[in-house]
């Protein structure tokens, strides 16, 4: 993660409590573990504290998403996940795909209309709803999501 500020907001990059980067296999099965050991280091360092849950399902639904519609699920693509904490005790998660990215302003609401009864599609929705800041990047191959 560099320290510029297009890509990491006000977190003060260069005041950091702990850094973590993790890469798993395009493998929807490798998800949950990924998560809980991120969540298992992220209470470890006090890191976002009380807000424990909304990040845990961010971050599920990030890997997710980088899995399943940037990789296509093939486990032979790896998804990187850089998660650092700051002085602030804010939190920045990156998540990286290798697919060929997406616009999120072309996602349609999952809660207009006929979206409402989709058993899918509620993802990226959920992460804006969850995180203090959401950035898509990289032609939406990358998410930058801070709690503080």
Do not use: W
């Amino acid at each position: 993660m560099s320290p510029n500020s297009e890509t990491t907001f006000d977190f003060l990059a260069d005041k950091l409590l702990f850094k973590l980067q993790v890469t798993l296999a395009a493998d929807k099965a490798a998800v949950d573990s990924v998560v809980q050991r991120v969540m298992e280091c992220i209470r470890a360092k006090d890191c976002a504290t009380g807000k424990e849950s909304e990040i845990e399902l961010a971050l599920s639904e990030a890997l997710a998403n980088a899995v399943v519609h940037g990789a296509k699920s093939d486990a032979t693509k790896i998804v990187e996940c850089d998660v650092a904490c700051d002085a602030n005790r804010s939190l920045l998660i990156v998540v990286r795909d290798p697919g060929d990215g997406f616009d999120p302003a072309a996602i349609p609401s999952p809660v207009v209309g006929e979206n409402l009864f989709s058993g899918h599609g509620r993802g990226v929705y959920l992460i804006t709803q969850l995180m203090d800041e959401v950035k898509f990047l990289k032609n939406g191959t990358e998410i930058h999501m801070i709690k503080r």
